[in-house]
């Protein structure tokens, strides 16, 4: 018969046990094409000092989607993917900037602070199929331009960057 204490000191355990987010650094190797090399300030790392994901890897992380027309794209196409706000919550990045890079040696660099609820959407998949390069893809980083105004800006197509291949947490 176990005491009343005893009883209280394992529900307290198995709280805290349920209570804490699950640990940064959850990532095994990939086993597919590496879609995303993620860098710097991060606090989960599966080959040395980087995080690499593959597209199911991708696939295991929260996934958002959302219908748009974009000034590249005719009719309204459904992006789905994952929102950079939760890769960042997911892999424990920190830092002030975010440098990326896409496979055609296109840069940009935005502020953590733009890392907005609803975008941008690190979108693997339009209208549910994966994105060639010709496409724009694998990994193109979108917004809901139809939803906002302020995302039919120049600033925010300039940061709407497709063939993405490395995303770097910084200074
Ligand atoms: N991979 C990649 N993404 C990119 C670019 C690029 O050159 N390469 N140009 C960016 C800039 S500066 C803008 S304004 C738009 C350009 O779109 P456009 O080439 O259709 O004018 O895409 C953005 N995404
Ligand atoms: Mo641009």
Do not use: C
């Not at 593959?54 to 929260?62: H, R, V």
């Not at 706000?85 to 990045?93: F, R």
């Not at 002030?96 to 602070?113: F, H, R």
Request: hydrophobic share 45%.
């Amino acid at each position: 018969m176990i005491s009343s204490r005893h009883s209280l000191a394992v529900i307290l355990a198995l709280a805290t046990i349920v209570a804490s987010p699950a640990a940064a650094g959850d990532f095994a190797a990939p086993t597919g094409e590496v879609l995303l090399t993620i860098k710097g300030d991060i606090a989960a790392r599966n080959a040395g000092d980087t995080l690499q994901l593959d597209q199911a890897q991708l696939a295991a992380l929260p996934q958002s989607s959302f219908t748009t027309s974009t000034i590249w794209t005719s009719g309204t196409p459904t992006f789905s993917g994952v929102l950079l706000k939760d890769l960042v919550a997911a892999i424990g990045a920190k830092g002030e900037t975010i440098t990326l890079s896409a496979a055609n040696d296109y840069t940009i660099k935005m502020p953590m602070s733009a890392v907005a609820d609803d975008a941008p959407l690190l979108a693997f998949l339009m209208d549910g199929k994966p994105m060639s390069l010709r496409e724009k893809g694998p990994v193109w980083m979108v917004y809901p331009y139809d939803a906002n105004e302020s995302y039919r800006s120049e600033e925010t197509y300039s940061r709407s960057i497709w063939q993405l291949t490395t995303i770097e947490f910084g200074e």
